[in-house]
């Protein structure tokens, strides 16, 4: 069945190819965008360009990245998840209440079990989307208020903090392999088993196949049902992993963990010329958007630009990116009609 | 062969039997919404002794009149077939510019023609980079939802202005006097009637549904589609920019982080209220049934003293269900041989 329909995915191939450059030209542009700002940050303060500021950036960028992958994968398939920020503060909360009652629990054990309940929470989105085929962005701002909600009547106004955690908790998010930090090295290894998965393998190139063409990748035998629900679980489980390393970053986890966060990875992933409408994206697109919104905050930081001015700022960034992005867009697509 | 039989005998049978059929704005969503208001009005009463009484009335309307007000400019954009995030960061953003304007000795009339011109421009640019490149509403306005708050907090940072005119603050908070109707009741309602007179009865309204439906046959019939979405999101900032306005009276002091979060609010209302997401399809009674519905559960909770992030787990499960029923419907009648209509 499968060689089957792989062979019948042949014919399109110097189309996926166009696609592919075209593709390739998004992230070169969101790249130069990027080593412009690093310049002018460089530029304006000595601070900026330094070892330390650099793990600073990875570190801030690398939750963003986790849950901003699984986000990509449903937006290639031309839906959306908006419940991500409640599954990292439900998951948050589950992991960080759990470990400081049972501290004699294994962390793994810990991380699988918020893993999991990511991974409940986001089958849940994928079984209405898939099995009903009803717009996601209404079930995922459902379930955004649900999971808030059950996250609440889990924590009440109670709090968990850091000295009630068990020592090892920190840890998962603070130790360092080889020097790079431990945040840095989870979202690397999840970013390249994604890229792998979206740009080289049959099923993940099938998700961009789902996203631009509906109808014509459901004649391609590609099973698009199936493919939709298993990016909203992924995008769960994504979020259950991201739950815990909040918690271990921060510390401190109550009823509020990330909430509004979905705001700030969609922005990511959208300037990482993800686009909303499906079809198009990449998973390196996604590290580039983050890190572009990393660099800003921790530049602006640094060169004391006060705190109020920083959504402002993001909010122009986020702008100036799609508009740029789409006169690029326009102009290749004209382009590509003459030739 | 066999199969096909009595479909068509049902149809035959549809078509013959004399059948009244329902408006278009007052279909089985609108009844169902009906029904469900009936029932949490009645429960409402027979549950709390101070549901079903005139001060609640005034409170619980006066409260949820800043909310009501952006549902009504956002129905006719996602019917329209576009979205607007960004109208809680302009109810903060006018909020602000309000107070600061009155703390220079502004007068108050002048202060409000600002505001709402400032929210007009908000929601024109958003209409103005839509159109103009052609990109997903979606996107636009949460590039601005952070652009507009931003803003606000660069004016404001975290202070607030507290030196609203009582004449505004008790417009927002009072009933008329000897009544308890409140006076924001007043102000949502004719702009309500308005809108429902635009959407449902004149040949504008019917534009937005062309429109929302197919916006290249509406083009290629003539119709205006850039200039009529770039009013209609200058329509939605104006009146996001008023809410705000009537808000920072209701609490009597601007913040910039009035309001935050209210854009999920104001959409889910407008889906419950049986708009589709892909525009074209919708009707202001559902919107306004909706809006009366969770009001009335929010005043419900309130009085079991229900905390609001559980309160708002209410609006997901309607959410939810404003989708699954349906669907689920249509699969019964697909499965049971009957066309579903709509």
Redesign the interface.
Known sequence: MSAETAQAARPAAPRASIMRRALARRETSLLAVLILLVIVFSLLTPRFATLGNAAQILNSMAITVIVGIGLAMVLMTRNID?SVGSMVGLTAYFAADFSARNPQVPLILVILGSCLLGLILGSINGV?VAT????S???T??????Y??????LAGSRQVTANSLPPGFGEIASFSLLGVPALVVYAAVIAIAAHVFTRHSYSGRSLLAIGSAPAAAEKLGIPARRWVFLTFAVSGLLCGFAGVLWGARYGTVD?SVA??YE?TV??AV?VGGVS??GGNGSILGVLIGAAILSVISTGLALVNV?Q?????????V??TA??VD??IR?RSEARGMRS | MTATAPIKQDRAAEQTRPRRRLPAWFGPWEIALLGLVIIALVYGSLSSPFFATGPNFAITTTGAMSLALMVVPMTMLMIAGEIDLSVASVFGLAGVVFGMTLNAGVPLVLALLIGLVLGALAGFVNGWLTTRFGLPSLVVTIGTLGLYRGIAYILLENRSISSIPDGWASFAQNAVPGTYIPYALILFAVIAALAALILHRGAFGRRIFAVGSSPTVSRYSGIRVVAMKRSLFALSGAIAALAGMLYSGYVASARADNGTGLELATIAIVLIGGVSMFGGRGSFVGVILALILVTALTSLMNLAFVPTNIQNTVVGLLMIGAVVVPAIVTRVRLRAGRPSKS
């Open positions: 908006v209405i009903l085929r009803v717009p962005i209404m079930v701002l459902g379930t955004l208020y649900i808030r909600g059950v996250d609440s009547m009823s909430s509004g705001l969609l922005a959208v909303v409408n006060s109020f001015w920083l959504q402002a700022i993001q909010g122009a986020i702008v799609i508009v789409a006169l326009r």
